[in-house]
């Protein structure tokens, strides 16, 4: 404020121009000091190295159980709550990497592919290519894929069929209608999905039970089961879809909400994949947006970013989505680093940069910029990191979901990437650690913190 007022006070006394210059500086106290949170180095190196050595568990079929039933074509509502495990990659397959700069650049090359697939069916589908022949990932997340695939970074597990229950023809021709290819051939009906990438998947459309372990199974739940698979789906058991079409795993539970929450990525732990278990009562809420063009995938408002506690300077308007379906901001859990548009990133980039000046800064690695070597230190204070919601809430991320190593030699860098799209997406390193929960009914997803 000092510095926007207007004195000329070159033609008073000079004992008033000092009383009229600390009047203006009492009007305006200097700004506080900048948030600040702990970031445990040696903790995160730990588990870097850990994760190197990991040798997986294997697991046996779970049981089911037959105390909660539901029938996937009953017009009642949801009575079950359904919960299965969600593991992390690393937990899963043991890495053949040896050294972990490797294994980072090999994660951000499977990410740089994702997020390059995902654009490229977003491009196609809002220039009006049929939607046929670019099928979206429902939320655009594998939730169960195979680990050869090299693009799922979080995996659960479900169970398909019991002997004899694979059901054709008249049983699903109402569900075979709603696919975007399909057609019959001896009474089974056929489909084909072709994603913007060139991955494809064709087989049988089948009306099968899923089971979800303890928590219970579905009957006559409609899925493709895959006999010839490339890109994507070469060597995938599967991908559950958790978004709005009418096929996804979602709609056809009728589950009124739905929740994960991603353990870190170098972390044995597991968590849960959860349907119909309400939002906590403490979360962040977020308004979620429809995109009308390609409605499979989930927006959210995002109105900007606070870096060490104060609100970094954005115009207004910057995330919003166009009416041709341009811009806004996906949540995506498949796509690990998060992508900001050209303005956004670099103002966020450039106001951590300077609450940051104190860091050593070091070079960039793959599609980092900002990178800090932190070799001398275990423990270090970082500049706090916040998202900015419409709703007017703000989630506050833990300094590990935005500052992370990178090699042995304790690079840590800043965990967000420059796109030149207008789409900017949210991605799971910056949700580690926190449940996500989407109210299907009501268009909102909340935030909660530590609740895996």
Known sequence: MAASLKLSLFIFPLSFFFSHVLFASSLSPPPPPPQTTSLDISSSLKQAEDILSLDPPSFKPFATSQSQLLHSNSSSPPACVFSIPLHSRASLHKTDH??????????????????????????????????SQILPYELSTPIISGTSLGSGEYFSRVGVGRPGT???????????SSLDVSSCDSGKCLYHVLYGDGSYTM??????????????????????????????????????????????LTSQIKATSSSYCLVDRDSASSSTLDFNSG????????????NQKVDTFYYVRLTGFSVGGQPVQLPSGLFDMDHSGNGGVMLDCGTAITRLQTQAYNAL????????QDLPITSGVALFDTCYDFSSMSE??????????????????????????VDSEVTFCLAFALTSSSLSIIGNVQQQGIRVSFDLANNKVGFSPFKC
Request: charged share 20%; aromatic share 10%.
């Open 380 to 405: 270090v204070s970082v500049p706090t990191v916040s998202f900015r919601f419409g709703s007017g809430r703000s989630l506050d991320l833990p300094a590990k979901n935005y500052l992370v190593p």
């Open 98 to 131: 040896t050294d972990y700069k490797a294994l980072v650049v090999s994660r951000l090359h499977r990410d740089s592919a994702r997020f390059h697939s995902l654009t490229t069916k977003l491009l196609l589908a809002l220039n009006g290519v049929q939607k």
């Open 279 to 290: 939002l906590p009562a403490d979360s962040v809420i977020a308004p979620v947006i429809r």
């Open 203 to 248: 087989g049988e459309f089948v009306t099968e039970t899923l089971s979800f372990g303890n928590s219970g199974e579905v009957n006559n739940f409609a899925l493709g089961c895959g006999q010839y698979n490339t890109g994507l789906f070469a060597g995938a058991a599967g991908l559950l879809g958790l978004g709005r079409g009418s096929l996804s």
């Open 166 to 176: 694979i059901l054709y023809g008249s049983r699903f021709r109402k569900q075979c």
């Open 349 to 356: 980039r450039d106001a951590f940069v300077k609450l940051a």
